[in-house]
């Protein structure tokens, strides 16, 4: 079975400039969610969707949205792009069942440059 | 809101021998879970093992056990039979039951060498 799978893995964008990442989460999982993560840090949330619905958000500026598709895949879109969100981009796939809980998988993530 | 530490931004283990990275946590949930994330170069982030806090047993996944101290907010993670592959940055993790968001810790830079 595949994982997560993100694309585009690596981009590079100029400031002021609009991204969209996108994720595809593993086959029978209903959410996803977005992290960023800078050099030398742990990521931090942005988003969490659910059967299309966003469940929750980070603090993260409205510049930063995301939505999900029918089919459970996702895209995170940042605008007005600034030099500081220059991170890694990690999509998170879960699942939850009686029998073994919560677990979450991630996807190799899209390397965002903003020059 | 759940906070998580790692006190120890590098380690260092030889080859073959057992290391032990620490993470503390705090939480008012009743129900939790937590998580030790791998991240080597590549950056992927690939899940290692996995506890939920109603469960007293500790985790194990091969060579990677977890020593889960509810009382006192602690999970550390024992790598066994260290390998050059384990070479990475550990991150721990925790997930509110009513939750949806992971809470990282800063991480863990764990150096094996031959």
């Known amino acids: 079975d595949a994982g997560v799978t993100q694309s585009p893995t690596h981009l590079i964008k100029t400031r002021g400039q609009q991204v969209t990442l996108r994720c595809s989460p593993i086959?029978?999982?209903?959410?996803v969610s977005w992290y960023q993560q800078v050099l030398g840090q742990g990521p931090q949330f942005i988003f969490q969707y659910y059967e299309k619905e966003e469940r929750g958000r980070g603090n993260f500026p409205d510049r930063f949205s995301a939505r999900q598709f029918p089919n459970y895949s996702s895209e995170l879109n940042v605008n007005a792009l600034l030099l500081g969100d220059s991170a890694l981009y990690l999509c998170a796939s879960s699942f939850w069942d009686t029998s073994s809980g919560n677990t979450i998988y991630f996807g190799e993530g899209s390397w965002l440059t903003v020059v | 809101a759940q906070t998580v530490t790692q006190s120890q931004p590098e380690m260092s283990v030889q080859e073959a021998e057992t290391v032990t990275l620490s993470c503390t946590y705090d939480t008012s949930e009743s129900n939790y879970y937590l998580f030790w994330y791998k991240q080597p170069p590549s950056r992927q982030m690939i899940l290692v093992i996995r506890?939920?806090?109603?469960?007293?047993q500790n985790a194990t996944e091969n060579r990677f056990s977890v020593n889960f101290q509810k009382a006192a907010k602690s999970f550390s993670l024992k790598i066994s039979d260290s390998q050059l592959g384990d070479t990475a940055m550990y991150f721990c993790?925790?997930?509110?039951?009513?939750?949806?968001?992971?809470?990282f810790g800063k991480g863990t830079s764990l150096l094996v060498t031959p």
């Open positions: 086959s029978g999982h209903k959410s």
């Open positions: 993790a925790s997930l509110s039951n009513s939750g949806y968001a992971l809470n």
């Open positions: 506890q939920e806090a109603y469960k007293q």
